[in-house]
């Protein structure tokens, strides 16, 4: 029954109904809260999806089920626990409150799939987490957690996804290895927009060889890129901005072969799990993190389904130095390079146009200097480009794709000139020059043919009346002599 319209009030007929085993009701246009009788009669219940609703109101302190999945809802209150038996808890985008229950891995230690994301949950991850030794997913994601990761998340080996990222997490990066030494098959880690500090430990790139998506961004994390990236084959998101990393970006960025073209990364397991009815039995599916926040274009991209297909790199905002890498020209599968805020020196590589699928380029706020290549108007997909506040210098390539863009996108770079910007080109200005002297010669040239005009015209209606009133004087003259000369006879 998932995406019928059921609602608005719940549905009352369930209540004659018997020997339940699953039920989907997802996204069924549900609101108000879930009657009484309903937890009544549901004992039979194994799986239940109520996800996609504006249902309200407190949840049971157990829910007597294997699979639930209550997510983007309106329900508020403590967390409730699931049974024993559970393997899927999913509760995430509600307004639920509270701390984890500390015991709450003791309890349901069958738990496959746990996502408490977009809740207000408080407090600290707690130690039993690492009870649950058949996890493959957790997405803690968007709360209000503090502490520290606790080391016993090693234990849950079979972890592909590990989400813990916008909340108030704390620690140096040397107590991560204690965390993650045994997470080998982990595919996307995020950890960003915490309180973590410390060097980026140099063996998640040999510890991680499975990563696709590393988010570490907004922390406090220093030091250099020392963590063996091109170890890292399956890489295709790279997050680490605004953190106060330095040194110079190392040339292993361009053995990222997951960059190399762009195409489906297979494997890539997801995080959002849901409950499939197959002949009665609820079947448990990964199907791929729902909702992964990517920053690009200056603004926060969030990608569900196409996960896989976005390949980007963000490293702004850090004190990075050195040239730029041209090392990065040969991940041609790149659709996102932010390197701006940085103090990256060097020149564009003339042969950036090899990023052909780039969609959005952010180089600003560095020392960049040199011309813009001229192959960059080549770029067809490029949507969004920042250089402005560098050291470029020439003429602006004003042809094909990068007449899209307005003179923001350049701003700060003095020496630059050429159509979008004010500044004008010295060649502009001789051409302009040059015509503006062809003009002037146009116009003595047309005030000479003026004045020759005029002596044509005047010698024609001379001749005109030299031709009219010649014979008539000439008559006259010869009556004058004729009577002058009878006169004189």
């Given at each position: ?129 690492g009870y649950m030794r058949k996890l493959e997913m957790i997405d803690l994601s968007r709360n209000s957690l503090t502490g520290s990761i606790p080391s016993t998340i090693s234990n849950c080996s079979g972890l592909y996804i ?328």
């Amino acid at each position: 029954m998932a995406s019928c319209n059921l609602g608005p009030s719940f549905p009352t007929w369930l209540k004659f109904q018997k020997n339940l085993f699953d039920l989907d009701m997802s996204n069924a246009s549900i609101s108000g809260s879930i009657p009484n009788w309903f937890w009544n009669i549901s004992s039979s219940l194994e799986n239940l999806n109520l996800s996609s609703n504006q249902l309200h109101g407190q949840l049971p302190k157990l829910l007597n089920l294997t699979a639930v999945d209550f997510s983007s809802n309106l329900f508020k209150g403590p967390l409730p626990l699931p049974n024993t038996n559970c393997n899927l808890f999913y509760l995430s985008n509600n307004t639920l409150s509270g701390s984890i229950p500390p015991n709450m891995g003791e309890s349901i230690l069958d738990l496959v799939f746990l996502s408490l994301s977009g809740n207000q949950i408080n407090g600290e991850i707690p130690k039993s987490i690492g009870y649950m030794r058949k996890l493959e997913m957790i997405d803690l994601s968007r709360n209000s957690l503090t502490g520290s990761i606790p080391s016993t998340i090693s234990n849950c080996s079979g972890l592909y996804i590990l989400n813990l990222g916008l909340n108030n997490l704390s620690g140096l990066s040397g107590d991560l290895r204690l965390s993650f030494q045994n997470l080998a098959r982990l595919e996307i880690l995020d950890l960003s927009y915490n309180k973590l500090s410390g060097d980026i430990p140099k063996w998640i790139g040999t510890a991680f060889s499975s990563l696709t998506v590393l988010k570490l961004r907004s922390n406090a994390f220093s030091g250099g890129l020392l963590f063996g990236l091109s170890n890292l084959t399956l890489l295709h998101i790279l997050d680490l901005a605004e953190n106060n990393l330095s040194g110079s970006i190392p040339s292993t960025l361009g053995d990222l072969i997951a960059m190399y073209q762009k195409h489906n990364i297979s494997g890539l397991v997801a995080a959002s799990a849901h409950i499939d009815m197959e002949n009665g039995t609820a079947i448990i599916k990964a199907v791929g993190q729902d909702k992964l926040i990517v920053r690009a274009k200056d603004q926060d991209l969030e990608y569900a389904k196409s996960l896989p297909l976005v390949i980007s790199i963000d490293l702004s905002s850090n004190n990075f130095s050195g040239e730029f890498p041209k090392e990065i020209i040969k991940l041609q599968g790149l659709m996102f390079l932010n390197l701006s805020r940085n103090h990256i020196n060097g020149s564009i590589p003339q042969d950036i146009s090899m990023l052909h699928e780039l969609e959005s380029l952010d180089l600003s706020h560095n020392n960049l200097y040199g011309i813009i290549p001229l192959n960059m108007s080549s770029l067809t997909f490029l949507s969004y480009l920042d250089l402005s506040n560098n050291n470029l210098s020439g003429k602006f390539p004003f042809t094909r794709q990068m007449t899209t863009f307005n003179d923001s996108a350049f701003a700060g770079n003095p020496l630059l000139c050429g159509r979008p910007l004010v500044a004008q080109c010295q060649d502009d200005e001789l051409d302009q020059g040059k015509g503006q002297g062809r003009g002037q010669s146009n116009v003595d040239d047309e005030n000479n043919d003026g004045f020759i005009d005029q002596w044509f015209y005047l010698s024609m209606g001379l001749g005109f009346a030299s031709g009219i009133l010649g014979p008539f004087l000439v008559c006259n003259q010869e009556i004058l002599v004729c009577g002058i000369f009878q006169f004189g006879r």
